[in-house]
């Protein structure tokens, strides 16, 4: 059961270009959600969470967007640079039961 | 602190064969999470620990896997006997109680 989705398994973009991840959920119960960077060889790292009382939340080049309605959610990156070539993966928990169930991962890869 | 550290880094074994993974948490961390990463389904949550009781094994695939966490600060995750399809990267992950995972490098398995 796939409780979380990231429907696209690569993208590709040009170095200093938008690069737009996105994520969808269906378990209207989640109610804190991350993104999660990996390199290979390397176990996952956090890169950025999103609390679901806001709708974005900001960390430098690094956006998060969360519409609850649509059960969504997407990662923004802004200039994309060839250093955030990697996987990344959408997590969502319910917090207080401290679960995390991940999607299946996108491959980023950022052209100089 | 040397993070969640995991052993062995790459295991290869025969069919069969009983396989044992290591998981040493991040000290004061109570919660443990062992996940599976696969091409065609990313990360998947095996089994997780809270204050070393297992909470959830509903993703431990079969009966050949089993977890244990015989102390605050070590789990391991057996598979006996291994089979080719078992093959992927193993990852544990702590927490505190309600926080950010920390993952560790993860196990290579294959299964030949």
């Known amino acids: 059961d796939q409780q979380v989705k990231q429907n696209s398994p690569s993208l590709s973009v040009q170095e200093g270009r938008i690069s737009i991840l996105n994520c969808d959920y269906t378990n209207s119960m989640f109610d804190y959600f991350l993104w999660y960077k990996k390199y290979p060889a390397e176990g996952p790292t956090f890169l950025i969470s999103i609390s679901s009382i806001k709708d974005k939340n900001e960390d430098g080049r690094f956006t998060v967007f969360l519409n609850k309605s649509a059960k969504h959610l997407s990662l923004h990156i802004v200039p994309s640079q060839p250093g955030d070539s990697a996987v990344y993966f959408c997590?969502?928990?319910?917090?207080?039961?401290?679960?995390?169930?991940f999607g299946a991962g996108t491959r980023l890869t950022v052209k100089p | 602190d040397a993070g969640v550290i995991q052993s062995p880094r790459h295991e290869v074994t025969e069919m069969g064969q009983e396989v044992t993974l290591r998981c040493k948490l991040i000290?004061?961390?109570?919660?443990l999470f062992w996940y599976r990463q696969t091409m065609m389904r990313g990360l998947e949550l095996l089994i997780y620990?809270?204050?070393?009781?297992?909470?959830?094994d509903s993703g431990m695939p079969e009966d050949r896997f089993s977890a244990k966490m015989p102390n605050a600060s070590f789990s391991t995750l057996k598979i006996q006997p291994s089979e080719p399809r078992d093959s992927a990267v193993y990852f544990c992950a702590s927490s505190p109680s309600l926080g950010g995972y920390t993952f560790g490098s993860g196990t290579r398995l294959t299964v030949v």
């Open positions: 620990f809270n204050n070393n009781v297992p909470i959830d």
């Open positions: 000290s004061g961390h109570n919660s």
């Open positions: 997590a969502a928990l319910i917090y207080n039961n401290n679960d995390m169930r």
